[in-house]
Structures are given as structure tokens and as C-alpha cells.
């Protein structure tokens, strides 16, 4: 096959292919849109730069390579996928065959449809893919129009996504430190409450213990002040008895006796020369008779305990206003 049939061939399919491919381009473009921003710009953009034309391509021999672009073009496959595609064919053979005008000239009607496909990659982000058309599109036309304006927005594309992507990595880790801070926090939060609580209760159990020991203290005063009321209330009571006892006596001067006959002496204690006396304790009442008597104090004893208590039982007084109480002593001494 001749440069020339090769030429006519590729000419009779490229408007057709170009215009297949375009359409396909379209929905790759419509399609394509979520998995290129799902895509992380910054690594791709961070990948080296593969040779324009694949390794595998450029070791081919002319047919082959003529064969191949042919083919390629049959398929759509005008400047994708990278490696098997007509552009890269066309380009081998421009560099073994330089002087091949149908060569060139595929080339040159390949180049818009380059050019629309690096500008949608550009769009979409696709960084890597972008990168790749520009440098088909040098190498096929290093003085294309469009070359500067495509590898600016290619280096600005790249640094756009850097950057974004340098911020969301920053903002990440603000985020983490954030939520570091926050937990940190919260966890100081709780451990103070918990503090708080436990300091709570050790207040409250020592305002019990101090509550506990004030009632029992109250207790014991108020049961202290009833010992000392109860004993206050016993020594009154016997001070009183006591002035009583001894009001009781004076109050004996003013009987004013009417017969007082002394006691009976003892037969015995008479034979026996004994003597003695006898503390007697009388009351008298208001019509003057004696109407109680006991023996207080007798020396000796139970000698003349009888006659002193027979005697007193016989003794008159004169009236008076109310019973009085008094002490008499009874001396029983032998006449000589």
C-alpha cells in the first residue's frame, strides 16, 4: 500500500471518525463528570510525565504503524486511550517517515479535535489526562495558537487543585486538632464534675457527722441541765426540811405547860442504882394533850424507853392555834 492510498484512506474515514469521536468525547464528557471529582487532583497532577509517544508504539515498523492508525481511527480512537491511539501512530510515522504529506496532513485534521479534548479534561480537572493531550498537541504543533493558553491553564489548573487540595488537608487538621480540643475538653469537664461530685458528698457526709454530733451534744446539755435542774429541785427540797426541822423546835418555847408529872422509876433500874435519860420528840395538839410520841435518843438504851413514853403521854399544855412539835429530855437519876 502506498503513502498516497494510506493518505485517501485516512481522508475518506477522518470526517467520519472525527465526527464519531467528538459525539463520543460529548458523553464521555457528560458521563465522566462525578468520577473526575472524585478524583484527587493533587496526586495526579504530582505523577510524572510519561513519553508522549508510547515506547511500544515507536518500536513498530512503518506498515504496522500504518495499519495500527487505520485502525485506530476506524475505532474512534483518535488521541485515546494512551498508547493505542491514531494520533500516536501518526506521530511515529512522522518521525521515521518526516516527508509523508498525508501523514502531516491526518495530523493536522486530528489537531482541533486534540485541542477540545485537552479543554474538556482541563474542565473537568483531569489533570493528568490534560497534561497528556498538550503534549500530543506539541508535539504534533509546537507553534499551535492554543499551546500557551492550554499549558497555563494547565499550570494554573494544577496549582488550583494543589492548593485546594493543601487547604483541605490544612482544614482537616484544623478539624482533628478541633476535635482533639473538644474531647480533651470534654473529658476535663467530666472529670471536674466528677470531682465536684465527690467533693459534694464529702461536704455532705461531714454536715451529717456535724449535724449528728450537734444533736447528740444537744442531748447530752439538755439531759445535763435536767441533772442539775433535778439537783437544784433536791438540795431546795432539803433546805427546806432542814428549816422546817429546825424551825419545829423553836416553835416549843411557846407551850405553855399545865401538868408535866415526872415518869415512873424503874423497879430494877432503881435496885440497881442505874441512871439515865431520854431524848423523847412529842407533838401537842391545838387542845393541848400530847397525841404523838416517839423516843429519839435513849442512854442507855431500852432501860426507860416505857415510863419516859408513859410519862409524856400524861402531860398537859394550854391550848394553842396549831399542833406543834418539840423535844423534851426525861432524866432518871436514884434520890440518895
Same mark, same amino acid.
Given at each position: 500500500?502506498?503513502?498516497?492510498?494510506?493518505?485517501? $484512506?485516512?481522508?475518506?474515514?477522518?470526517?467520519?471518525?472525527?465526527?464519531?469521536?467528538?459525539?463520543?468525547?460529548? $458523553?464521555?464528557?457528560?458521563?465522566?463528570?462525578?468520577?473526575?471529582?472524585?478524583?484527587?487532583?493533587?496526586?495526579?497532577?504530582?505523577?510524572?510525565?510519561?513519553?508522549?509517544?508510547?515506547?511500544?508504539?515507536?518500536?513498530?515498523?512503518?506498515?504496522?504503524?500504518?495499519?495500527?492508525?487505520?485502525?485506530?481511527?476506524?475505532?474512534?480512537?483518535?488521541?485515546?486511550? #494512551?498508547?493505542?491511539?491514531?494520533?500516536?501512530?501518526?506521530?511515529?510515522?512522522?518521525?521515521?517517515?518526516?516527508?509523508?504529506?498525508?501523514?502531516?496532513?491526518?495530523?493536522?485534521?486530528?489537531?482541533?479535535?486534540?485541542?477540545?479534548?485537552?479543554?474538556?479534561?482541563? =474542565?473537568?480537572?483531569?489533570?493528568?489526562?490534560?497534561?497528556?493531550?498538550?503534549?500530543?498537541?506539541?508535539?504534533?504543533?509546537?507553534?499551535?495558537?492554543?499551546?500557551?493558553?492550554?499549558?497555563?491553564?494547565?499550570?494554573?489548573?494544577?496549582?488550583?487543585? =494543589?492548593?485546594?487540595?493543601?487547604?483541605?488537608?490544612?482544614?482537616?487538621?484544623?478539624? #482533628?486538632?478541633?476535635?482533639?480540643?473538644?474531647? #480533651?475538653?470534654?473529658?476535663?469537664?467530666?472529670?471536674?464534675?466528677?470531682?465536684?461530685?465527690?467533693?459534694?458528698?464529702?461536704?455532705?457526709?461531714?454536715?451529717?457527722?456535724?449535724?449528728?454530733?450537734?444533736?447528740?451534744?444537744?442531748?447530752?446539755?439538755?439531759?445535763?441541765?435536767?441533772?442539775?435542774?433535778?439537783?437544784?429541785?433536791?438540795?431546795?427540797?432539803?433546805?427546806?426540811?432542814?428549816?422546817?426541822?429546825?424551825?419545829?423546835?423553836?416553835?416549843?418555847?411557846?407551850?405553855?405547860?399545865?401538868?408535866?408529872?415526872?415518869?415512873?422509876?424503874?423497879?430494877? =433500874?432503881?435496885?440497881?442504882?442505874?441512871?439515865?435519860?431520854?431524848?423523847?420528840?412529842?407533838?401537842? $395538839?391545838?387542845?393541848?394533850?400530847?397525841?404523838?410520841?416517839?423516843?429519839?435518843?435513849?442512854?442507855?438504851?431500852?432501860? !426507860?424507853?416505857?415510863?419516859?413514853?408513859?410519862?409524856?403521854?400524861?402531860?398537859? !399544855?394550854?391550848?394553842? $392555834?396549831?399542833?406543834?412539835?418539840?423535844?423534851?429530855?426525861?432524866? !432518871?437519876?436514884?434520890?440518895?
Amino acid at each position: 500500500m502506498s503513502h498516497v492510498n494510506l493518505h485517501a $484512506g485516512a481522508r475518506r474515514w477522518l470526517p467520519v471518525a472525527l465526527a464519531l469521536a467528538l459525539a463520543a468525547c460529548s $458523553g464521555k464528557d457528560d458521563s465522566a463528570p462525578a468520577a473526575a471529582e472524585g478524583a484527587a487532583p493533587a496526586s495526579t497532577a504530582a505523577a510524572p510525565a510519561a513519553p508522549v509517544v508510547a515506547a511500544k508504539v515507536q518500536s513498530m515498523g512503518t506498515e504496522q504503524l500504518r495499519e495500527s492508525a487505520s485502525q485506530a481511527l476506524r475505532e474512534n480512537r483518535m488521541y485515546a486511550p #494512551a498508547g493505542d491511539n491514531a494520533i500516536e501512530y501518526y506521530l511515529a510515522l512522522r518521525d521515521k517517515t518526516p516527508d509523508d504529506a498525508a501523514v502531516k496532513s491526518a495530523l493536522t485534521d486530528l489537531l482541533p479535535y486534540t485541542l477540545i479534548a485537552a479543554e474538556q479534561h482541563l =474542565a473537568r480537572e483531569d489533570f493528568t489526562e490534560a497534561q497528556r493531550l498538550v503534549a500530543l498537541i506539541e508535539k504534533m504543533d509546537p507553534a499551535a495558537p492554543a499551546l500557551p493558553r492550554l499549558k497555563e491553564s494547565l499550570a494554573k489548573g494544577q496549582q488550583n487543585a =494543589a492548593k485546594r487540595t493543601q487547604d483541605e488537608s490544612e482544614q482537616a487538621r484544623k478539624d #482533628a486538632e478541633n476535635r482533639t480540643r473538644q474531647q #480533651a475538653e470534654q473529658q476535663r469537664l467530666t472529670e471536674q464534675r466528677t470531682r465536684e461530685a465527690a467533693a459534694a458528698q464529702q461536704i455532705a457526709a461531714q454536715q451529717d457527722a456535724a449535724r449528728r454530733d450537734n444533736e447528740r451534744a444537744e442531748a447530752e446539755r439538755q439531759a445535763s441541765a435536767r441533772r442539775e435542774a433535778e439537783t437544784r429541785q433536791q438540795q431546795a427540797a432539803a433546805q427546806q426540811a432542814a428549816a422546817a426541822r429546825q424551825a419545829a423546835p423553836a416553835a416549843a418555847p411557846t407551850l405553855r405547860p399545865v401538868s408535866t408529872p415526872a415518869p415512873r422509876y424503874p423497879a430494877e =433500874a432503881l435496885r440497881a442504882g442505874t441512871s439515865g435519860e431520854v431524848l423523847v420528840e412529842i407533838t401537842v $395538839g391545838t387542845d393541848g394533850s400530847v397525841t404523838s410520841s416517839r423516843v429519839l435518843r435513849a442512854t442507855p438504851a431500852r432501860i !426507860f424507853d416505857r415510863e419516859a413514853l408513859n410519862a409524856v403521854k400524861r402531860w398537859r !399544855f394550854e391550848p394553842v $392555834g396549831a399542833p406543834v412539835t418539840t423535844r423534851r429530855t426525861l432524866v !432518871f437519876e436514884p434520890s440518895n
